[in-house]
C-alpha cells in the first residue's frame, strides 16, 4: 500500500465506535487526523491517545459547526485530503408515530452534513488533483428495516451522494465510496440491543443472535476494526479505481 503518511483527515462522529476506530488505523498509517463529534469529553479522550491527532468538536447538524470544522483543520493542518462521513444517530418508531423532529435531525446529521462536507473539502481536492471521501452508510443502504424510516431514508440518500461525487469527481483523481456494514458492536447497537431486550422480554444474547445475525450468512456481529481497515483501504493508493461502490462488509447479508 503506497503510505498515506501526512495526509490530513476528518473523521465526524469519532469519539466513539467505527469513527473512533477509523481514526486511529489512519492515525496508525501516519495520517494526521482531526476527530470531530458533539461528544466534547469522549471526544478530547479518545484524541489525546493518537499520535499526531487533533479534535474539534462539531455537531453535525449545524451547518455552521460543519463549515467551521474543515475551516479550522485547514488552517491547522493544511487542505483535506481525507474526509470520512461517519457521525450518526438513529430513531426507531413507526412512521405514523415518528416525530418530525427526530426525522430532520437525521436527516441532517446523516445526509445534509456529508454533502455540506464534501462540498467543503471538494474544491481543495480538485486543485491538489488527490482526494479520498468514505461515507460510512449502511446494509440500511440497499436493505430496509420497519420503523426506522428516517434513518433507512437517510442511508439510501448517502448511497445517491456517493455516487453522484464520484461521477463529478472522478476526473481530478478524488474517489468517493459507500462502506455498508450490516451491524457492528458499537455503543450504538449496544443501545439498540438493551432496548430490544426489553421490548421482547429476552436475554440481550439472544436479541443478537436470534434479531441481530439471522440475515448474515455469517452469523456475528462485525468488529469496528473491520469497517475500519476497509475504509484504510479505501483511502490507499491500491484502491485508486474503485469510486461510487457500495462496498457491503454485511456477512452474506445481501448476498440473498
Ligand atoms: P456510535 O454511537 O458508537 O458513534 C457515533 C458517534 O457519532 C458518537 O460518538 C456520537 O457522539 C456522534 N454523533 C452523534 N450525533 C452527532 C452530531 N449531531 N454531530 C456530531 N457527532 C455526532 O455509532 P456507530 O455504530 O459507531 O455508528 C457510526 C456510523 O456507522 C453511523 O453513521 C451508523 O449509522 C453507521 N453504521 C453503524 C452500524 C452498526 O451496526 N453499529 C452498522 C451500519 C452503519
Known amino acids: 500500500m503506497t503510505s498515506l503518511s501526512g495526509k490530513v483527515a476528518i473523521v465526524t462522529g469519532a469519539a466513539s465506535g467505527i469513527g473512533l476506530a477509523i481514526a486511529q488505523d489512519l492515525a496508525a498509517q501516519g495520517v494526521k487526523v482531526t476527530l470531530s463529534d458533539v461528544d466534547v469529553e469522549r471526544g478530547k479522550a479518545a484524541t489525546s491517545e493518537l499520535a499526531g491527532a487533533r479534535f474539534q468538536a462539531a455537531d453535525m447538524s449545524s451547518a455552521q459547526d460543519v463549515q467551521a470544522l474543515v475551516e479550522s483543520t485547514r488552517q491547522a493542518e493544511g487542505p483535506v485530503d481525507i474526509l470520512v462521513n461517519n457521525a450518526g444517530i438513529q430513531h426507531v418508531a413507526p412512521i405514523v408515530e415518528f416525530p418530525e423532529e427526530k426525522w430532520r435531525q437525521i436527516i441532517e ?21 488527490w482526494g479520498r471521501i468514505i461515507n460510512i452508510a449502511s446494509v440500511h443502504s440497499v436493505r430496509a428495516s420497519a ?108 448476498a440473498h
Open 109 to 129: 446529521i446523516m445526509l445534509t452534513a456529508p454533502f455540506l462536507l464534501t462540498q467543503a473539502v471538494l474544491p481543495d481536492m480538485y486543485e491538489r488533483r
Open 147 to 254: 420503523f426506522k424510516s428516517a434513518y433507512v431514508t437517510a442511508k439510501h440518500g448517502l448511497l445517491g451522494l456517493t455516487r453522484v461525487t464520484a461521477l463529478e469527481a472522478a476526473e481530478y483523481g478524488v474517489t468517493c465510496n459507500a462502506i455498508c456494514p450490516s451491524y457492528v458492536r458499537t455503543p450504538l447497537v449496544e443501545k439498540q440491543i438493551a432496548s430490544q431486550a426489553k421490548v421482547h422480554g429476552i436475554p440481550e444474547s439472544e436479541v443478537v443472535e436470534k434479531i441481530m445475525v439471522t440475515e448474515g450468512a455469517i452469523k456475528r456481529l462485525l468488529e469496528p476494526a473491520e469497517v475500519a481497515q476497509l475504509a484504510t483501504f479505501l483511502c490507499s493508493d491500491a484502491a485508486s479505481a474503485i469510486t461510487g461502490s457500495a462496498q457491503m462488509i454485511d456477512c452474506g447479508w445481501t
